[in-house]
Every structure is written in structure tokens, then in C-alpha cells.
């Protein structure tokens, strides 16, 4: 989970607009962050289904987006700060949308590759 914040923390900075393609710096953050979602999930309910941590990871993150379309006072200037930000956004992008269901999608890829890799090794063991 730390190396899915890094990268995608990483991903938005100056050297990496400077450095990465400008597809990967436009959408990578938006992308780790839905595995972060689905990492998160799992984490706190590690015997959920694939499925549903799945389901769950996507439809928080779509939630997340939608409520980018609302604006009230109080809820700009939470956003306002920069660590809510990373969290909650500040505004849509059907896009991210897109990202969210690749990243969920790269979560439950990781989640099967540790979960092969792990039952090889105690196999071996």
C-alpha cells in the first residue's frame, strides 16, 4: 500500500511531469489511487471476496467523483486543504471514472499475482 501511495503521490510531482509522459502524469494518480481504495479494502476486511472488495473499491471511488459535482461552501473549504484534496477532489472528470475501474482492476491483478506468489512459496516451504 505505501508503494501504490508513493507512486501515485510521485506521479503528480514536478519531476515526474518533467521526466514521465504526460498520459502517465495525467492519469496514473487517479488510477493508483482506486488501488489504494481496493488495497484499503482489504486490508480492513481481509476475507472478502475478490468480487466484492471489488465492488466496494469502485463504487466508493464513483461516489468520491460524484460528489465532485457539489459544491457547498463547507465542503470547498474542506477541500481546500491539500491532504482532504487528495482524498476528496475538487472536481469532475468523467476520466477519472475510467481510472477508477483500471485501478481496481490493477488491484485485484496485484491481490491475484501476492496470492499465487504466497501460496507458491508455503507450498515450497
Partial sequence: MLLT??????????????VLPHFITDY?????????????????WPRLSVRRAAAGALGF??????SQLFHPPWLDALRAHPLVALVLGRGFLVSDLFCYAVGVALGVALDA????????????A
Avoid: F, K, N, Q
Fill in 28 to 44: 496514473a494518480g487517479d488510477t493508483l489511487w482506486a488501488t489504494l481504495v481496493y488495497l484499503g479494502i482489504l486490508l480492513l
Fill in 61 to 66: 471511488s464513483v461516489l468520491i467523483e460524484l
Fill in 5 to 18: 501511495l508513493a507512486l501515485g503521490l510521485g506521479s503528480r510531482s514536478a519531476v515526474a511531469r518533467h
Fill in 113 to 124: 499475482g501476492l496470492s499465487r506468489a504466497s501460496a507458491r512459496g508455503a507450498h515450497h
